[in-house]
C-alpha cells in the first residue's frame, strides 16, 4: 500500500514539473511571428523648437526562435540608404528589447555628426533589426529594411558662456564663464553671480569669439552672429555692477538681465558632535548654488549646526528653528550668530543632508546603500537594455563600486534599482552630454527618474576604469 501512495505521489510530481516545464516553454516560443520593422513615420522634419520630443520610433516584432524556446537577443542597425549597412549605427540591444526612440536633437546629431549630412538637407534612411536565437545552428533572422525620409536642421548649442569685460573672467575666450542648463527647459540657461561695469555677450565653445549670441534689437533679445564676418556686434551693458541672474532661452532668443541678490554664501561648513566639532566642507549643487548637501557617516550622532565660516565660532550659523530637532524632511531653518545656540541633535548613522538656503529648508535623511549600481546607454556593453544593464562591482566599502571594461562612443549613466518603467533611482551626469574629465566629478542623484535626464558622452571607445561612490555622490571615469 505503501509503496503504491508513493508511485501516486511521484507520478503527480512529474506531471505537475512536465506541466511547469510546458508552461516556461510556451513562454520562450516565440511562433512563427516573421521579424519586421516598422517607423513611426516614413518622411521627419526634425524640429530644433522641441530638441527633447520624440521624432522617430522604430518598433520590431518579436521574430521567431524556430520552436528552439531560446532566448532572441537584438541587433539594430541604422544607415544612409544605399551603404548597404557598411557603417552607419549598428547597437546590441540585448533581450526582449522591441523598439528604439529617437529624439529630435539626438537624431539631427547623428545625421551631421556621424553620417555626414549637411544642414537642412534631406536624406534617406535604412533601417533594419537583426534576431540571434540562443540556439546552435540556427541562423540569425533578418527583417524587413524601414525606410525613412529625414531633413536635418541647424543645431542649437548645446553649451553658453559669457563673455566681456563685465564678466569674472573678461575677454578670455578660453576661460569664459559657464552657464548652466535650466531644468525641463530646452535651450535654457542660467548664471547667477557678480557683474561689474562693462559689456558682455555670449559664446558657445571655449576658445573661439564665434559664433556668440549678441544683443538683440532691446535688452530682452538675443541676435545669433555667426561669424566674425558679420559687423553687427551689439554687446550687452552693465552700467551698476552688483548681482545680477542672466537666463536666456535660444529657442525663443530672450534674454532675461536681473539685478537682485545670488546666494549670500558660496561655502558652507558642518560642524557638531558627529565631526568631532571639526569644520567638514559641504557640496554645492551643481544646478542650484543655493543648495548645498552633506552625505557623510556620522554614527557618532548628537548635535550639530551649519557654519558660515570655517573655524569662526563667532559667526552666523544655520540652526533649527526649535533647539534639538531631530531628523526629518521639510524641516524649517533660521541663522544668526551667538546665542541662543540652537543646533540639531540626530540619532547617529549614515545621512544625507541638504540644506536650501534659499527656501531655508533642510532635509536630514538616513541612508540605506544600494547593493548594487549599474551601467546603462548605448555606450555599454549592454546597451539600453535596463533589465540587463552592466553590474558594476562590489567592494569592501558598501558605498564604493567599482568597473573596468569597454565603453563605445554613446552616452552613460548609472541606475541603482533596474527599475523597468526607467522612473527608478538614477546617478547622472551634473550637465548634458558630459564628457568625462578622467578626475573625480560630482554626480547628481535623480529619484523619481522624471527630472532632467543628463548623461555621460563618451566620445572615444576603449578600456575604461570607474569608481563610483554612491554615498559622496562621486564618481571617476578614466580611459586606461
Known sequence: MKTYRLLFLLSLLAALLIRCTDDNYMELDKGNTPLEINASAAEIALDATNPATEALRLSWTTGS???????????????????????????????????????????????????????????VLEARVIATIAAEGIEPEVSNVQLISVKTHKPITKTLYLIGDATPNGWSADDATEMRPVNNVAKGFTWTGSL????????????????????????????????????????????????????????????????????????????????????????????????????????????????TAAGNWDAVFFRPAVDQTPEGTDLDVDKWAGDPDYKWNITGGVYKIKLDTRDMKIDIVPFTPFT??????????????????????????????????????????????????????????????????GQEEQMLYNYPGAGVDYKWRITEAGTYQIELDQLKETVTIKKQ
Open 372 to 437: 548594487m549600481i549599474y551601467l546603462v546607454g548605448d555606450a555599454t556593453p549592454n546597451g539600453w537594455d535596463i533589465g540587463n544593464a552592466t553590474a558594476m562591482t562590489a567592494t569592501a566599502d558598501p558605498y564604493k563600486f567599482t568597473w573596468t571594461g569597454a565603453l563605445k562612443g554613446g552616452e552613460l549613466k548609472f541606475t541603482c534599482d533596474k527599475q523597468d518603467d526607467w522612473n527608478g533611482a538614477w546617478f547622472i551626469a551634473s550637465e548634458a552630454d558630459k564628457t568625462p574629465t
Open 65 to 123: 526562435n524556430q520552436g528552439t524556446h531560446a532566448a532572441i537577443s537584438y541587433t539594430f542597425q541604422m544607415d544612409v540608404q544605399g551603404n548597404n549597412f557598411a557603417g552607419g549605427i549598428s547597437l546590441d540591444l540585448g533581450r526582449e528589447v522591441y523598439e528604439k526612440i529617437y529624439r529630435n536633437e539626438e537624431l539631427n546629431d547623428i545625421l551631421l555628426n556621424d553620417f555626414g549630412i549637411a544642414v537642412n538637407a534631406e536624406t
Open 196 to 307: 561689474s561695469s562693462g559689456k558682455f555677450k555670449f559664446i558657445i565653445t571655449l576658445g573661439q569669439f564665434a559664433p556668440s549670441y549678441n544683443k538683440g534689437e532691446n535688452d530682452t533679445k538675443l541676435y545669433l552672429r555667426e561669424s566674425g564676418d558679420d559687423p553687427y556686434d551689439e554687446q550687452f551693458e552693465i552700467t551698476e555692477p552688483g548681482t545680477y541672474t542672466v537666463t536666456v532661452n535660444l529657442i525663443t532668443l530672450a534674454v532675461s538681465i536681473v539685478r537682485g541678490e545670488g546666494p549670500e554664501y558660496s561655502e558652507l561648513w558642518f560642524v557638531g558632535n558627529p565631526s568631532g566639532w571639526n569644520f567638514e566642507p559641504m557640496t554645492v549643487n551643481p544646478l542650484d548654488p543655493f543648495v548645498f548637501h552633506y552625505n557623510a557617516d556620522l554614527s557618532a550622532g548628537g548635535e550639530f549646526k551649519i557654519g
